[in-house]
């Protein structure tokens, strides 16, 4: 079945902790990303990747890290995690849209993560 | 700048026909998505327009007019299971035109 898995779903820690949530997807897609979803404010992004070693800083990067070594995975990691990253975060992925093109390459998300920083 | 606005809250009744309207002002444009997604859960694809037009599918249809600015999201013979947020999304030239600008979404309560 293709789909994007996330890891832990719900994880409750502590101020300066670090912590890693895992995302891997079997769809061999190249474009990945990180969002986190907050009342009022919608889907944000954290970080992207085109394709393996190849990572970029989306709208709210500060305080995260991801890194790209395989395709298939993209962990997110907060090297000092603080309670204004309480938050639900989602990994979604795709194959590159390309310009002005009339594919779908929808982006699939995984299950979300529900993140408490105490 | 990159904005999109959604009403952020609808009500309707079942098997009622619901529109939620959706414009942008985005910095480049290539094709626009709607989402559903229930409470903690995952956003799924509904719907894409890269054209302008109706796109339809079951009791779901998408409209789009590039020119304006504006999409909408139908559905018809609401149900019950229908209660959820809609997201719509553009997806712009940026990340080799990959990125998606999401709205704030929409919240839809359907009553019996």
């Known amino acids: 079945e293709a789909q994007v898995t996330q890891n832990p779903r719900y994880l409750i820690t502590v101020t300066g902790k670090k912590l890693t949530v895992t995302c891997s997807q079997n769809?061999?897609?190249?474009?990945m990303s990180w969002y986190r979803q907050d009342p009022g404010l919608g889907l944000r992004q954290i970080y992207y990747?085109?394709?393996?070693?190849?990572?970029d800083k989306g709208d709210v990067p500060e305080g995260y890290k991801v890194s790209r070594k395989e395709k298939r995975n993209f962990p997110l990691i907060l090297e000092s995690p603080s309670p204004n990253q309480t938050s639900l975060y989602f990994c979604?992925?795709?194959?590159?849209?390309?310009?002005?093109?009339?594919?779908?390459?929808?982006?699939?998300f995984g299950p979300g993560t529900r993140l408490t920083v105490l | 700048g990159q904005n999109i606005d959604q009403p952020t809250e609808m009500t309707a009744t079942e098997g009622a026909i619901v529109q939620i309207n959706c414009t942008y002002q985005?910095?480049?444009?290539?094709?626009l998505f709607w989402y559903q997604q229930h409470a903690g859960e995952a956003p799924t694809f509904l719907s894409y327009?890269?054209?302008?037009g109706l796109e339809e599918k079951g009791r779901f249809s998408s409209f789009l007019s590039r020119s304006k600015g504006y999409s909408y999201l139908l559905l018809k013979e609401l149900q019950m299971k229908d209660s959820a947020s809609y997201l719509c999304?553009?997806?712009?030239?940026?990340?080799?035109?990959?990125?998606?600008?999401f709205g704030k979404g929409t919240t839809l309560s359907v009553s019996s």
């Open positions: 979604a992925s795709s194959q590159p849209g390309g310009l002005a093109t009339s594919s779908y390459n929808e982006q699939f």
């Open positions: 769809m061999n897609h190249e474009y």
């Open positions: 990747s085109m394709n393996v070693e190849v990572t």
């Open positions: 985005t910095s480049g444009f290539n094709g």
């Open positions: 327009n890269v054209l302008d």
């Open positions: 999304a553009v997806r712009g030239p940026n990340q080799a035109g990959t990125a998606l600008i």
